[in-house]
């Protein structure tokens, strides 16, 4: 009841990556660099455990960005051809490779990085990948044209991906999928059949992530314009509580999502995020259980896992720590007032 758990994201060793910094530039190269991520997950998984979080993930230690550390691996996605485009709808720009080709994975992407995890933590693990949707709006299509072809092509390749890691011992496998909360029409169109091609078969967990983004300048422009309730939830939620998805995860903290919008995931277990990514400031305890408080009104304990809000690579080592410690300190006051401490 009430296990914690991390989006996916944590910030990376100075040693290992520039800090503060989305897409940062490694500090390494080739088997120093393998080595030295190696080692960051370590780190990674040690913090974690240190802080009290139940379900812990690799902090996506080996991975410059959350999309394109799977497309690096897949044939047909031309890194040398890059463009910038508006992602998110225009949000912001970005430089993203380009498909000139038929879509094949080279071989396995994370199974190393999943290997490598499970070996060092006894707790339940979690391993996230891009979800299809997201993929599609974070990259240049020259090849296929057609948004819903190319998100089965992903959902596809995905796929083939995620059954070696469950294999593996993974516990829970995540999709992260932001684009859920920016193209709504194109979610009931095809987003659900992409995720469900995507988890097809697969032995252990299956969630998907679904926020407003991390804390940078152009996202929290973005939610300034949102007005004072927002309600994208309100579209995709019926959808993913019909869906085969297990799992959800959302933001909640310092939002104006209207929480009794959680009550559309009846059936699902509900990621709620406790801890806001985009300040510094570090949250306390009773701040986390009150986040949580509110969420059991409309989610049962048993369902409710106490989350993050989105990843939180773009934060300082210290901040990041000092959030999932608060984190695990509020669940832990929620759960010895419900008598399961």
Not at 25 to 54: H, M, N, S
Not at 222 to 237: M, V
Request: overall charge neutral; aromatic content about 6%; some cysteine.
């Amino acid at each position: 009841m009430l296990l914690t758990t991390l989006a996916g994201s944590l910030p990376k060793p100075a040693w290992l990556a520039t800090p503060g910094a989305l897409w940062a530039p490694w500090r390494l190269e080739g088997a120093a660099l393998a080595e030295a991520q190696r080692d960051a997950v370590l780190v990674a998984l040690k913090e974690q455990e240190a802080a009290g979080i139940d379900i812990v993930t690799d902090g996506e230690q080996s991975r410059q960005h959350f999309v394109h550390g799977f497309l690096r691996a897949v044939e047909g996605v031309d890194f040398d051809r890059r463009q910038t485009i508006g992602i998110r709808a225009d949000r912001y720009k970005a430089e993203v490779p380009t498909v000139t080709g038929p879509l094949r994975r080279r071989g396995p992407v994370h199974a190393d990085e999943v290997r490598h995890a499970r070996a060092h933590t006894t707790r339940q693990l979690k391993f996230t990948l891009p979800g299809p949707m997201t993929i599609v709006d974070t990259l240049a299509d020259e090849h296929y044209r057609d948004r819903r072809r190319l998100a089965l092509e992903f959902a596809r390749l995905i796929n083939e991906e995620a059954r070696e890691l469950a294999a593996l011992g993974l516990d829970v496998l995540q999709l992260d999928e932001p684009a859920f909360n920016v193209y709504l029409d194109d979610v009931r169109a095809w987003g659900i059949e992409a995720l469900h091609v995507a988890i097809a078969g697969l032995a252990c967990r299956t969630a998907v992530h679904i926020c407003y983004g991390y804390g940078i300048k152009a996202n929290i422009d973005w939610k300034a314009t949102l007005g004072g309730q927002w309600r994208q939830y309100e579209a995709t939620f019926p959808l993913l509580a019909a869906s085969r998805i297990d799992q959800v995860s959302l933001e909640c903290a310092n939002s104006r999502v209207p929480l009794e919008l959680l009550g559309l995931l009846r059936g699902k277990d509900v990621l709620v995020g406790a801890v806001d990514v985009a300040t510094d400031r570090v949250e306390t305890p009773e701040e986390v259980a009150a986040t949580i408080r509110k969420a059991l009104a409309h989610v049962p304990a048993e369902r409710l896992y106490p989350c993050t809000n989105c990843g939180m690579v773009p934060l300082a080592r210290e901040v990041a720590r000092g959030k999932l410690r608060a984190l695990a300190a509020g669940a832990a006051l929620v759960k010895r007032e419900l008598g399961a401490a």
